[in-house]
């Protein structure tokens, strides 16, 4: 989205439905779980630095507001799927940091059992099913969730996000189609943060206003959303997802946000591509938890002191969950060969049968 | 008390079968409802269990097989035809990557239930494109389970066992064997599953193993008849049924007992399952062979369109019966 | 498109420029373009169950005015691709009728010595780039040589065919934000026969208005044609292909047409997803070729006499084409390893290092 | 006169040189141009070249992809880069349909002059779906050639020779390798091109052939120093380079000089190049082996992310010193 759109009157929308519902110590964890994303990732950042992670490390910092907001909706039938920046969705669906950090570390102690890495984060006893790599790879997935809750009959509906550059894989589209076709409670959320890699939207994506306009070619619902206001980005997507779990009916929210930091920590250009007054614009004027912070001082339901006390737990958290992780064991090889197949895990009859694998 | 049913109607007993036992087996593909199926597998099941069990796709396979496996990775058991496995191109992400990896990435946490199948074959002229023998494909990615039943009585007891399993399956059938007819143990005998990794001798012999799978058991069944008859040579043919999990004991058991092999494979020549199979002999039968192992593939081109010639690009009993012959 | 788009009042487009310039013997050509295309197939349809063929054999019968109208716009710098039901399209570009037939056939004498069957006419000299199986797998390609016109500095452009049933292909969409993000001269014509293969368009895609509209998706430009409308084809085609030639910019044409045979001739079901009374509707008031033949007899362009003597010695050419075919000689064993590398073909240095092949 | 490059560099040198040759020479793929590369490959290029010949696309690989192809087919000759080879699977239709059978299906009337390239290695921390090692998945395919550079002056040799070819080329690179160093030819002494289907025996032995193409010829060299300094066996190390065409002469001579073979190759072991390598040695140099050909391949499941051990699922030189010391 354009700044220009960013940058036009704003409506306030605390007063909807289902942000008048919150009680003050529901509103505080909605701040609590932003700062502790962040909190979360800022030592990530430290200790891949430090080299005690491999691979890449995609930082969702900036971006907050969007999982924390769509997921703040989430109840026991809605599922949750996203590509690899991941880290967010996955604190948000309540993952603890420690299984989460030791993951990144590569311990056996990972959510993953440091199988995954940084990119895959799963937790499917709190509905969050990754966590993947493959740019647009997950698109097809979260219909598949969509079509089993509407399969098993349960009232729920399936966030399913991705990024801007995202939306020009083929997957994506045959999903739309599907998901209008079948009617099914898939809700597409692009986390538009401007670019992919180096690639601002404009040189990656034709479209006409805006990217999740592209909903109408399949007849179905879409909306745009400011992703720096937890507020908004609450009331629009309460409306889709009340439309997928009552109606089943598929939509596109386009929310836009920002992310600080490179494409991952190994983007060497990550201020070549972007202007410093731009990335400064964002963080001055537009950074979720600023202006949520700053909200709800203005509502006194915290005071800057308490707000501050957050952090520093958050902090604390964080830095609890990088010596949990740090003194995690590692997998040994035998584990390499674990987790491959369910039968040969569970050893069942089934498994004894014929070679599954082929070492030397 | 046994039937003859064609591989077709086995096939679909079986998924028949498991649509009854299991509410959540949902079969879908392109054509598999209302058409019933481009080469009527599944024909009459839609009439049976209706919209909500036999589900009719749009053509976009990357979506629908992603579909399926979101899907099973919530508890659904779906059967996915491709209506050519050859489709496997447009959804190999799904395949090799979501299907095979996601149990994996997320250190055992999720299963994925799921079974990919339809015809993969060449041989019913339709070209290059539509005809791709993707065994060995999916049979090196870790994660995945492939099977390729030779006769009706294995199409029946394998589907029913890839549905049961709780690993993804790709199942490959043959459009030129769907018409075929073969003994199928009746239902009131029980269920006839047939387990994942078990070969099958389906010719006993002395003097030479030809090891297969699909449609070539059937080739290889002839050329052993012709050995015998003409060539006084007694083939043993043995039938792999299913390539991942793969029955390596059976394999060097035949080996071991006649210490000669011809590998015959639909696959091209670079690779395929019986580059593997050769590759498994070669280092753990190494004593025993008294000659180099030999295979029987298709010609290395694209598949010719031309039926006056595309059944010699594959394999068939002439060329395995001449290949037999330069073994000494 | 639906029957109540079809049954519209009707525009005259005898009058567009592009069709005023039309001289009487370019129309009768045309007229027999569309004729030659129906006996050609008509008589490939026997052989086919005479058993002279393998494979599938899909028939363009009902379609022609779309391939005859389209084509008929082509200049030396415009170029032709589309999918497996290509008999229609390769006529129109100028391909003989033999080196046709006896591609299906399967004979040495086929435009691709019988390697690509029915399903694969090429003539590259002629612009024409095939015939391609998988169901949108064209698109890409068709892409591709607009991108090289673009490239070489040709003024020309890529007509790019397709089905209704294909517009659900990941791969197609891909095409489209890249033709739009990059100004390809590209067209893809959707040829909306109303299925893919028994599966209604209202039953495998969800759109607005029509399919052609998901152009807007990507801000690119549209239109729906009349596919029975020899003149309707051309005149607002030629708009679109004006645009590629001149500005570069790519557009989505989705024709209504209709065919009378099933998805192939091996569909048996074809008169079980459509009402009889749906066939003889088309074939009784939307036939393009006795709709343009009415057309050119009013016009006193041509008699019935004529029309009659063109249809005869299309048949003839027909009928001659499949003694071609049938007198032929067929591929033999070596032929299958010829034209798999251009540089083992040409028995260059390159092809003689290394082995290029495993037979056993 | 010889200069030292990393295989970045070469890899550099040799596109720069061809986009200088031939104006046709087109450079394509996910941020090659105004952001470098994603590894830098094609740092400086669109500086140099500009937008017409270095272009960047949006992530739509079976697309840009396709575009290539079909731009190839009329005369352009695109060089495609996929940030990943891994990312092969949302463009498989493409890359074995489109650039493998167009020529064929046509009869020969269309070639594909296109080059894909990109790292296709393990070992970098990025998981099961970037970690794939398709060098045997594409050889696999007739029509399509495949090559996978070593070092830097291969991998300057390989991208020249690949851009030329008139067929399509795939060229796998390596992460790990894009930092090393070596010898590569001054430009000033002529064009380095080396030609597809050569082998280059890396290091002289006479008790064993290790056989490996891409970074296992690194590991291959180091083991072999290993084995010579601590167990006195002396290795031969071939390094195949170019996987098809392949140099099977040379497969068979290394083979009958040692008697005695371990392959070694990243894949993972179902299939992959060193099953089909295992079974041409043991069809044509039968009677020359004097033990079973052994494999190192990384272990047989999905890349596994921990980088503490991840590099112990993966061919290494430990691993390999192992695997010789079982062969009697
Ligand atoms: C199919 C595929 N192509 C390319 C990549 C490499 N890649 C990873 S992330 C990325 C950029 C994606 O940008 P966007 O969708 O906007 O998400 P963001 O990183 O901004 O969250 C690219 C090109 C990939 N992982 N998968
Ligand atoms: C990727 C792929 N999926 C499925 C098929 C099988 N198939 C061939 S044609 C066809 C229907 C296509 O319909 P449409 O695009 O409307 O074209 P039409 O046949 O009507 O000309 C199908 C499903 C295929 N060839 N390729
Ligand atoms: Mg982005
Ligand atoms: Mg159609």
């Known amino acids: 989205m354009s700044t220009a759109q960013l940058d036009s ?11 008048r519902e919150l009680t003050p110590e529901r509103k505080i964890d909605l701040l609590r779980q932003m700062i502790r994303i962040r909190r979360f990732e800022q030592a990530a950042l430290k ?20 999982a924390t907001g769509t997921i703040s909706l989430c109840g026991e039938n809605d599922h949750v799927i996203t590509a690899y920046r991941d880290h967010g969705h996955a604190l948000a669906v309540g993952m603890d940091m420690n299984s989460c950090m030791a993951e990144m570390y590569g311990k056996q102690t990972g959510c993953s059992k440091g199988k995954g890495g940084s990119m895959h984060f799963f937790a499917p006893d709190k509905n969050y099913w990754g966590g993947h790599g493959i740019v ?3 698109t097809p997935l979260g219909l598949g969730l969509a079509y089993g809750l509407k399969y098993l009959g349960r009232e729920g509906c399936c966030l399913c996000y991705l990024g801007d550059g995202a939306v020009n894989q083929g997957a994506f589209h045959e999903s739309l189609n599907l998901a209008a076709l079948f009617d099914l409670p898939v809700i597409y959320v692009i986390e538009n943060n401007g670019y992919s890699m180096g690639t601002s939207q404009k040189r990656s994506s034709a479209y006409r206003g805006c990217l999740a ?31 997928a779990r009552k109606e089943h009916r598929p939509s596109i929210l386009e929310i836009s946000t920002y992310r600080y930091y490179g494409h991952s920590v190994a983007d060497a250009n990550a201020k070549k591509y972007r202007s410093p007054e731009e990335i400064e614009n964002y963080k001055q004027n537009h950074d979720p938890i600023t202006l949520f912070r700053k909200r709800l001082i203005e509502e006194g339901i915290v005071t800057d002191e308490q707000a501050d006390q957050i952090s520093k737990e958050a902090a604390e958290e964080a830095a609890a969950a990088c010596r949990f992780a740090d003194e995690s064991p590692a997998p040994t090889i035998p584990d390499i060969m674990t987790d491959v197949y369910w039968e040969t895990d569970n050893q069942t009859p089934a498994s004894r049968i014929g070679h599954h694998f082929f070492n030397d | 008390m046994s039937r003859t049913l064609t591989y077709r109607e086995a096939l679909r007993e079986g998924l028949d079968e498991e649509l009854a036992r299991d509410p959540n087996v949902v079969l879908m593909g392109e054509e598999v409802a209302q058409y019933n199926g481009a080469y009527k597998v599944t024909e009459g ?9 036999i589900v009719d796709t749009p053509i976009s396979e990357a979506g629908f097989i992603g579909m399926g496996i979101g899907a099973s990775m919530l508890g659904i058991r779906p059967v996915m035809e491709l209506m050519f496995w050859s489709f496997h191109s447009v959804a190999f992400d799904q395949l090799v990557n979501n299907a095979a990896c996601v149990r ?23 070209g290059a494109t539509h005809s791709h023998i993707p065994e060995g494909l999916f049979a090196a990615f870790p994660g995945l389970k492939v099977c390729a039943p030779a006769t009706p009585a294995d199409a029946k007891g394998l589907i029913k066992a890839a549905i049961r399993d709780n690993d993804p399956v790709y199942v490959m059938e043959n459009t030129l064997l769907y018409g075929t007819v073969g003994e199928v143990p009746d239902p009131s005998e029980g269920d006839h599953v047939v387990p994942l990794g078990l070969a099958d001798l389906k010719r006993m012999g002395s003097d030479i193993s030809l090891i297969a799978h699909g449609r070539s058991v059937i080739h290889a069944l002839a050329a052993a008849e012709i050995l015998q008859a003409e060539h006084g040579i007694s083939a043993e043919v043995l039938d792999l049924r299913s390539i991942r999990p793969l029955d390596v004991d059976a394999i060097l058991a035949t080996v071991k007992k006649t210490n000669r092999v011809v590998l015959v494979d639909e696959s091209k020549p670079f690779g395929g399952v019986s580059a593997m199979v050769a590759t498994l002999i070669q280092e753990h039968a190494f004593d025993y062979l008294d000659a180099p192992i030999k295979r029987v593939c298709t010609l290395d081109a694209p598949a010719i369109y031309s039926h006056h ?11 395995i019966v001449e290949k037999v012959l330069t073994i000494k």
Chains 1, 3 share one sequence.
């Not at chain 1, 109408?216 to 992703?227: F, H, K, L, P, R």
Request: proline content about 5%; some cysteine; overall charge neutral.
């Open chain 1, 9 to 19: 009157p704003r409506l306030d929308f605390a007063g909807s439905a289902v942000n």
């Open chain 1, 47 to 66: 200790y891949y630095n430090a080299g005690k992670m491999n691979g890449f490390l995609h930082l969702y910092i900036g971006q907050e507001a969007v």
């Open chain 1, 136 to 138: 647009g790879g997950q």
């Open chain 1, 213 to 243: 306009q592209r909903a109408e070619a399949y007849d179905m619902e879409w909306d745009v959303i400011d992703g720096s206001d937890l507020y908004e980005v609450r009331a629009k997507t309460h409306i889709a997802m009340e439309r």
């Open chain 2, 45 to 53: 099941l839609w009439k049976k269990w209706g919209d909500k069990r």
């Open chain 2, 104 to 126: 994996y990435m997320s250190g055992g946490l999720i299963n994925c239930p799921i079974v990919m199948r339809g015809p993969a074959n060449g041989g019913t002229g339709v």
């Open chain 2, 309 to 319: 010639i595309e059944h010699l690009q594959l394999p068939n009993p002439s060329r």
